[in-house]
Structures are given as C-alpha cells and as structure tokens.
C-alpha cells in the first residue's frame, strides 16, 4: 500500500480502537481510502473501493437522520464508485444510489438548488450510458429551465445540457433536434471560453458532421456554424 493508505490503515485502526466499528470519524477515512484506490488508475481495484464508499454510506445511515445531507453526500459518492467499477450491475447499482441522493437533496436544498441540478446532470449521463436515452432527454428538459436560474441562462452548465441533448439526439439519427441543442451548446461555449476552446471546438466538429448529412444539407446549404 502507499504511504497515504498506511496511514489511513492506522487511523481506522485507532479509531475502531477507541470509538468503536461505526463512529462517524471513520466516513472520512473510508472515503479517503476509496479515493486513495481510485486513484491508482490502471492498477485501481474499483471493487475494493466500492466496499470503502459502502462501508462510508452505512455509518451515515445508522449516525444520521434520514434525509439529511450526509447521507445524500455518501450516496453520490458511492454513486460514482459504482459507475467507475467493473462490478455486474454496477450501473444500476449506481443509479440507485443517485436516486437516494437525489431525493435526500431535493429535501434538504429544493429541487432547483445548484447541488440538486448537479446530481441530476450525474444521473442524466449515467442514463445515457445505461442506454435510456429518452429518460435523460427527459431530465435534461424539465432541468434546463431551473438550471437557467441557477446558473444564468449562458453558463458552462446549461451549455453543457444542450451538448449532451444533442448528442444523444445524433446517435438516435436525429439530425435537426441535434444539430438545434450543439448550435446552443456552441454558442454558448464560444462565448464563455472563445471559438478556439477544446470544447467549442469539439462541439462545432459535430456540427459540420450533420450539417454534411444530405438530410440537413439539403435544407440548410449555406450553413457555417
């Protein structure tokens, strides 16, 4: 183990030692321990870290009111253990974990609240990935508005609802929707970070993809950006 996990390894130790096996002085250190093995990339046992962030959420469980924000935190956490994990049902695993964190932070800050909006743009991709394409389609929609609010009409966060809009609308074969959301998203991102930005830039390779489609040439022959 690294030096980092030895002593995390010992502080778990003295803590069980001296404050028992569920003390709240260990979420931390599971937590740590967990990023700690995330972190080691190709060589990362993400299982290993799964059992951390587990181990991290069941003593918010039992240490904490239901409902309160330390659980939504572990939850996300593990949330993403399990979507960077190599375990079966790992995806679904973390989509239930999203939704308990959803939930306890759509009680605890409101619904349109930046941290609500975040962990539901978590779960919006994580959607994709499970190939629900139309429910997150759905979240980003009846999300675009409160984020509007929350984060102004022109911000990174709405920019990025309008790219992921349209590239789930291009792997549906969806031209026009798509190339609609990316021209936003574009416009967006040219304007916070300039045209010449990794992500606009990414995002206008993709508009000149659909734009060369005949579907969309055909009704759109002068198109530049």
């Known amino acids: 183990p690294s030096k980092a996990a030895r002593f995390m390894e010992k502080a778990e130790d003295l803590i069980k030692e001296n404050h028992g096996e569920d ?3 260990l979420i931390p250190v599971y937590q740590d321990l967990g990023r700690i093995e995330q972190s080691k990339g190709d060589d990362a046992d993400h299982d290993r870290a799964v059992e951390y962030f587990l181990q991290a959420h069941s003593i918010t469980g039992v240490s904490y009111e239901s409902g309160s924000v330390e659980i939504g935190r572990t939850a996300y956490a593990l949330a993403m253990a399990y979507s960077a994990s190599n375990i079966a049902e790992g995806e679904a695993s973390a989509e239930t974990y999203l939704e308990e964190c959803l939930g ?22 994580l959607l994709v990935r499970m ?26 966060e709405v920019a990025e609802s309008y790219q992921l809009s349209g590239t789930i609308r291009l792997t549906q074969g969806k031209m026009e929707p798509a ?47």
């Open 23 to 25: 003390s709240v002085q």
């Open 104 to 125: 306890t932070y759509q009680v605890a800050y409101g619904p349109h609240h930046p941290e609500t909006l975040r962990v539901q743009d978590e779960r919006s991709r």
């Open 131 to 156: 190939g629900k394409q139309e429910e997150a389609l759905e979240a980003l929609r009846s999300n675009l508005r409160p984020k509007m609010e929350a984060f102004g009409e022109y911000s990174e």
């Open 179 to 225: 190339l609609k959301s990316l021209k936003k998203a574009h416009m967006i991102q040219s304007n916070l970070f300039g045209a010449g930005h990794k992500k606009a830039k990414a995002t206008q390779q993709l508009i000149d993809m659909i734009v060369k489609t005949p579907s969309v040439a055909a009704k759109e022959p002068s198109t530049n950006s």
